[in-house]
T-cell receptor
Framework: GAVVSQHPSWVICKSGTSVKIECRSL??????MFWYRQFPKQSLMLMAT?????????EQGVEKDKFLINHASLTLSTLTVTSAHPEDSSFYIC???????????FGQGTRLTVV | AQKVTQAQTEISVVEKEDVTLDCVYE???????LFWYKQPPSGELVFLIR??????QNEISGRYSWNFQKSTSSFNFTITASQVVDSAVYFC?????????????FGEGTQLTVNP
């Protein structure tokens, strides 16, 4: 299967700071990328969908000004958690799909801890 | 709207036992895809299977098998002769539309513990 690399795999930051998470498709062009969030012992919930070159579409209840998504190229999407608070501590995972593909491939995930 | 239900929150078995993880889905779309993923403690999602709505054939892959029944909207997963390494959270997921490379709706997950 195709490879999606997510970085960093874990990060600890202070409350009030911003954190950027990168999601890269290494061997294919990702026209669409998805960002999911998973709180401990819970399921994965879609936060937003981004298409290359256009604004992301956010799910209901997700603050677009807090979770900034940029999908500037066909191989890179970034999620920036702005002014992070302890309640933003979670596991964030991206997936990427190409227009030619019939499957979305997941990155390894990023465990964010806000202290 | 789509929904995936995994009624079993936790299952505990002894090694070598067979175990079935249940998954029931809801969608009004006639074209959709169903998935199973394994999530070990490290967190990454390990893809296990994808099945489209037009293919009701059951599938076997080693110790894993899947039973897809549209009549009951179920896509159950059986592990035969379970091993300690099978311990993980397993998610069933659904995507709708003609390509499966779209947004996924996940079930709540089933924590499987296989004891030696």
């Amino acid at each position: 299967g195709a490879v999606v690399s997510q970085h960093p795999s874990w990060v600890i930051c202070k409350s009030g700071t911003s954190v950027k998470i990168e999601c890269r498709s290494l061997d294919f062009q990702a026209t669409t990328m998805f960002w999911y969030r998973q709180f401990p012992k819970q399921s994965l919930m879609l936060m937003a969908t981004s298409n290359e070159g256009s604004k992301a579409t956010y799910e209901q209840g997700v603050e677009k000004d807090k979770f900034l998504i940029n999908h500037a190229s066909l191989t890179l999407s970034t999620l920036t958690v702005t002014s992070a608070h302890p309640e933003d501590s979670s596991f964030y995972i991206c997936s990427a799909a190409s227009i030619m593909d019939t499957e979305a491939f997941f990155g390894q995930g990023t465990r964010l801890t806000v202290v | 709207a789509q929904k995936v239900t995994q009624a079993q929150t936790e299952i505990s078995v002894v090694e070598k036992e067979d175990v079935t993880l249940d998954c029931v889905y809801e969608t009004r779309d006639t074209t959709y895809y169903l998935f199973w993923y394994k999530q070990p403690p490290s967190g990454e999602l390990v893809f296990l299977i994808r099945r489209n709505s037009f293919d009701e054939q059951n599938e076997i892959s080693g110790r894993y098998s899947w039973n897809f029944q549209k009549s009951t909207s179920s896509f159950n997963f059986t592990i035969t002769a379970s091993q300690v390494v099978d311990s993980a959270v397993y998610f069933c997921a659904l995507s709708v539309g003609e390509t499966s490379g779209s947004r996924l709706t996940f079930g709540e997950g089933t924590q499987l513990t296989v004891n030696p």
